[in-house]
């Protein structure tokens, strides 16, 4: 979730494809040594593409495993997605949001299915987020915190045990961006 609506990250791809899901995050838990909670689970995210550009680049739904849901809207207004508009939404009925957001935008994109394993470092909003998702071979990790310094720190950590390479395209481009 941002930070006072923006949110600041970065995402990156695993470099070694042989490493499985299990052992990046195992990897990612001692790297950064200092996280004081993790979560883990599997959450299905639904994607619609914005009518209005400057509005929003997508609107997510997401399903958690408790059965809420969360509403995203992202705009990538500074020229990329590490430093971009991020307002969220806590739904308690998904289910209903996903109707409501069929008849404003129609069918959605697509849905991806993700196993998910988060190091949250601190009150304020930084964590180390490993996921999976579901038919495809990469594993992601991403580094959200509230200063690009921080995440950049937290991400050379993360490098000393995991080789990574940054991907600059969110999720939505890389899965749904050339569909209508």
């Known amino acids: 979730m941002g930070y006072k609506n923006r949110e600041i990250e970065k995402k990156f791809i695993v470099a070694d494809s042989k490493l499985s899901f299990k052992e990046v995050c195992y990897l990612a838990r001692y790297a950064i040594v ?38 995203t809207l992202k705009r990538a207004d500074q020229g990329s997605n590490v430093n971009r508009i991020e307002i969220d939404v806590v739904v308690p009925e998904p289910k ?36 999976k998702i579901k038919g495809r071979s990469h594993v992601f990790i991403e580094v959200e915190a509230r200063t690009l310094a921080k995440v950049d720190g937290l991400a050379k950590r993360l490098s000393t045990r995991i080789k990574m390479n940054q991907e600059k395209r969110s999720l939505y481009e890389l899965f749904f961006r050339s569909k209508k």
């Open 96 to 131: 209903q949001t996903g109707k409501f957001l069929k008849q404003l935008f129609g069918d959605p994109l697509g849905d991806i299915h993700k196993d998910y394993f988060i190091l949250r470092l601190d009150e304020e909003d930084t964590t180390v987020s490993v996921y």
């Open 34 to 71: 200092d996280w004081e909670e993790q979560v883990s689970g599997r959450s299905k995210d639904l994607y619609w593409k914005s009518h209005d550009p400057v509005a929003a680049d997508f609107i997510r739904l997401r399903y958690m495993p408790d059965g809420s849901g969360e509403l």
